[in-house]
């Protein structure tokens, strides 16, 4: 089991920035993938970013050279740096891990973002 608490959230202005944390109560380096999603209200809830142990990264494509995904030396803290905020980013965001040879399944709570035009 692991649990998983993020922070970071918050009101920003469009083109603002934030840093979203996940602080995890085991090393993310246990797991195939660590990812950040996101939910709108009324909206799935979808993958924002990825990284995967190894160390390659994946992104959506409507953050793309706006997020960065990374992880502390010990793998217990990940963040999402994001930058040039848009109001369509609005969204609660959680973290969430993938186990090897399973889809992800262990998740946080959530931290909302919001974003004025």
């Known amino acids: 089991q692991v649990q998983l608490v993020e922070s970071g959230g918050g009101l920003v202005q469009a083109g603002g920035s934030l840093r979203l944390s996940c602080q995890a109560s085991?090393?993310?380096?246990?797991?195939?993938?660590t990812g950040w999603y996101r939910q709108a209200p009324g909206k799935q809830r979808d993958l924002v970013a990825t990284?995967?142990?190894?160390?390659?990264?994946t992104y959506a494509d409507s953050v793309k050279g706006r997020f960065t995904i990374s992880r502390d030396k010990t793998g217990n803290t990940v963040y999402l740096q994001m930058n040039s905020l848009k109001p369509e980013d609005t969204a609660v965001y959680y973290c969430?891990?993938?186990?090897?040879?399973?889809?992800?399944?262990?998740w946080g709570q959530g931290t909302q973002v919001t974003v004025s035009s």
């Open positions: 990284v995967i142990n190894g160390g390659s990264t």
């Open positions: 085991r090393s993310t380096f246990d797991f195939r993938a």
């Open positions: 969430a891990l993938q186990p090897y040879l399973a889809s992800f399944k262990y």
